[in-house]
């Protein structure tokens, strides 16, 4: 009998434990990643009951691949957009509570004479909030639609955008091990420049292949092809000295603002929880139940820190971000726990071998008890508050209630404000496109012209097609937001503005000449104003040619379709209200969704026939049915099954409308389902039948006795075939009729 190799045996003994504790955890209605991590427990080697793991090396593999599949999975949950709208409140309470959570996880390590890289990676893994298990406790608990899950859902998206970027940075003091300014400052800009880069190019390019092989698309090439994009930027990660992880992030966040998004995320979310299952009994692998022992003043300690510290400075921060008090005590004891990022950051450490041996079973553990008490924590958070509320001064109380009013109305921008974002943005985006293929350009292309086309030509081609390149961005950089609403309303508002937007101009224009200039300088030899001088002519070329004006508007254009794709999907199919909704609310006009019950009367009927305009009121904008739909309707369409229906009218009308698309639903018949059902019979056609000579239609099978005929045996023919309806019956002939048991009884007692 051959042996099952290592990989397979251990694979079957880690699914089979994580099987049978993801059964237990669902019943006794706890998160599955304690499951996980208890079943990792269970096929370890501290565990002497059961068999264990022979051969950890390739667990570890797979548990990077585990990782990798996670924050893929996560990315394809974010959603730029999202980030966007979730406001400055949860950046000021994430930032708060980042920010101070890793000097109490930095200060506990140093308290227990920890070393300088175990104290800082202390500090990230209980930064962070575990965004699953808080969803989880809201879903169990009925909180989701509170205001306050809804701030600590918002934080949790912060949070976890801050994670990837505090994983690049750990990473980097790490392959470092020493901590200057400068270095660090280098990676924080690297790290923006590759962000942009790759989010620009990703969300301009990966939606027009999308598109272009839409039809070629099944489920099982687009699941390869959305793997190879991931393990594809997973490379470039790499190659370029992030995380694998931060790779995977970012492909995911390209890849959610696309019309497929939501196709993709369900094909991936099979092997996303296999290998996600993998990676977490990996984690549970690594708890050493004597290490524990060991160690349980300083999990003690930690796990106070995340619990007091959580409460405290989220408090703190959700205060801050201008929400009143009992809000930010609701969402600072929902923070209170470490989870999945806490474990990546300790894979991390022990990978790039950095931290010590005893950290990561102190962080498991650390998880395992705060995740426990996370539902304790959030009903704790009301009363806690109502204690709070009855000793609090009441200056300190009108002082809050003044700061979280005033906070909430501060949201006006100047011109100003919005004209220095705008063009601080563009200046930013462009500048990076520019940089990026003047790297391609001057690192890649310039050596292979040179050795094609020698010395002198092959300069000036890479001058040429290097500016060529660059062209449309430079024209952008400097020409974009000139001819903004906020710019001509400055510029008329006050002669005294004319001179600061000359200047910011000016300023652009420098820039683009300065790209020109490197580019010139680098490859040729001359004067300073030489070079100066045909760099200022290069970029007035660029600003008054009217093909690089029109090339940058269809590149911008394309970008945003891109980013708007999605959403304007969504919007198609009814996922999401049209634009126009919001704008009908100061007129006490609102548009409203109907189903339409396939059991309602009104299924069959045209809108004319139902005269809903007429009846209560209100106007039908538009028909949904399925991926289709139909806007403005008239008359003569006509509604079927599970179409939805979008009503514009007032409240009172809308309530008619919906009380009586209640009342068209027609009730069920009552009926004994046993007699509904249909039955296969048969009979003799003899020669006093009366269907004799006669053929199917004439004798009236379905028009009569709603019977229909599915096959004849004719005598001495030993196959049924398929019925002829314009046949003549023979005596004889055995015919095979189905129908319900009534109308069979009513055939046969006439035959």
């Not at 800082?120 to 989701?144: C, E, N, P, Q």
């Not at 008090?325 to 923070?335: D, H, V």
């Not at 030509?457 to 400097?478: S, Y």
């Not at 001359?526 to 070329?541: H, N, P, Q, R, Y």
Request: with cysteine; net charge neutral; charged share 15%.
């Amino acid at each position: 009998m051959s042996q099952l190799a290592p990989l397979i045996s251990d694979l079957a003994l880690i699914l089979i434990c994580a099987g049978v504790m993801t059964l237990i955890f669902k019943k006794l209605k706890q998160p599955l990643v304690l499951g996980y991590i208890v079943a990792g427990f269970l096929c370890s080697p501290h565990f002497a009951f059961t068999p264990s793991v022979v051969d950890e090396a390739n667990i570890d593999l797979w548990s990077e691949i585990g990782v990798i599949f996670l924050l893929f999975a996560l990315g394809l949950e974010f959603s730029i957009k999202k980030l966007l709208k979730v406001g400055s409140s949860a950046i000021i309470s994430a930032c708060t509570i980042i920010l101070f959570m890793i000097i109490i996880g930095v200060s506990v390590g140093w308290m227990f004479g920890w070393k300088q890289m175990d104290c800082i990676y202390l500090g990230g893994m209980i930064a962070m909030s575990s965004t699953t298990i808080v969803y989880k406790a809201f879903d169990d608990m009925g909180l989701r639609q509170q205001h306050f899950a809804g701030v600590v859902l918002g934080i949790l998206i912060i949070e976890d955008i801050l994670a990837i970027v505090l994983m690049v940075m750990l990473s980097t003091m790490a392959v470092s091990t020493h901590f200057e300014g400068s270095e660090l400052i280098l990676s924080i800009v690297r790290l923006v420049f590759f962000l942009i880069l790759w989010l620009v190019v990703g969300l301009y390019l990966i939606p027009i292949l999308l598109k272009r092989v839409r039809k070629l698309m099944s489920d099982e090439t687009l699941l390869i092809v959305s793997l190879a994009f991931c393990f594809g930027m997973v490379y470039l990660a790499a190659a370029v000295g992030f995380s694998p992880a931060f790779g995977a992030f970012i492909m995911g966040s390209i890849l959610s603002e696309t019309v497929e998004s939501e196709h993709i995320e369900h094909l991936v979310a099979p092997v996303k929880d296999l290998f996600g299952a993998i990676f977490f009994v990996s984690v549970g692998m690594m708890v050493d139940p004597h290490m524990i022992v060991e160690y349980r003043y300083p999990i003690l300690a930690i796990v106070g820190a995340v619990l007091l510290g959580q409460t405290v400075f989220g408090t703190l921060g959700v205060l801050l971000s201008g929400q009143p008090l009992k809000t930010a005590m609701q969402c600072g004891f929902s923070l209170t726990q470490i989870g999945e990022f806490a474990f990546i950051i300790a894979a991390m450490g022990v990978s790039l071998k950095v931290t010590s041996d005893f950290l990561y079973p102190i962080v498991v553990a650390v998880s395992v008890i705060t995740t426990f008490l996370t539902p304790y924590m959030i009903r704790l958070a009301v009363p806690a508050y109502n204690v709070i509320d009855r000793h609090l001064p009441g200056r300190w109380r009108l002082l809050l209630e003044r700061y979280s009013a005033g906070s909430s109305t501060v949201n006006h921008k100047t011109n100003w404000q919005k004209l220095l974002l705008a063009v601080a943005r563009v200046v930013l985006i462009y500048s990076v496109l520019s940089i990026a293929v003047l790297i391609i350009s001057l690192h890649f292309m310039r050596p292979y012209l040179l050795d094609v086309l020698g010395m002198t030509w092959g300069k000036i081609v890479t001058a040429v097609i290097t500016i060529l390149a660059i062209a449309p961005f430079l024209r952008a950089l400097i020409m974009k937001k000139n001819h903004s609403v906020e710019f001509r309303t400055l510029w008329n508002d006050n002669r005294f503005n004319h001179a600061p937007l000359i200047s910011l101009v000016i300023f652009r224009v420098l820039i683009g000449v300065g790209f020109v200039v490197f580019i010139i300088e680098r490859l040729f030899q001359g004067s300073v104003a030489l070079i100066v001088g045909i760099s200022i002519l290069v970029v007035c070329g660029m600003i008054f040619s009217r093909f690089l004006k029109k090339q940058s508007i269809v590149l911008e254009r394309t970008f945003e379709l891109n980013l708007r794709s999605k959403e304007m999907r969504q919007e198609y199919l009814g996922g999401k209200r049209p634009s126009y909704a919001g704008k009908l609310l100061d007129r006490d006009i609102h548009l409203s969704d109907f189903t339409v019950s396939p059991d309602s009367e009104w299924v069959g009927h045209t809108l004319k026939e139902l005269d809903l305009g007429k009846k209560y009121g209100v106007h039908v904008t538009s028909i949904i049915r399925g991926t289709h739909r139909v806007n403005i309707p008239d008359g003569t369409s006509r509604i079927f099954p599970n179409d939805t229906l979008q009503i514009i009218g007032t409240d009172e009308q809308l309530s008619a409308f919906s009380a009586m698309a209640e009342k068209a639903v027609l009730p069920p018949d009552g009926e004994d389902l046993e007699k509904r059902e249909m039955k296969l019979s048969q009979f003799i056609v003899d020669k006093k039948s009366p269907f004799v000579g006669r053929n199917i239609i004439e004798s009236g099978f379905r028009s009569n006795y709603h019977c229909l005929v599915v096959g004849i045996e004719s005598a001495g023919e030993d196959a049924l075939r398929a019925p002829d309806v314009h046949a003549p019956l023979r005596e004889n002939d055995v015919v095979w009729v189905v129908g319900e048991a009534a109308n069979l009884k009513k055939l046969f007692a006439t035959e």
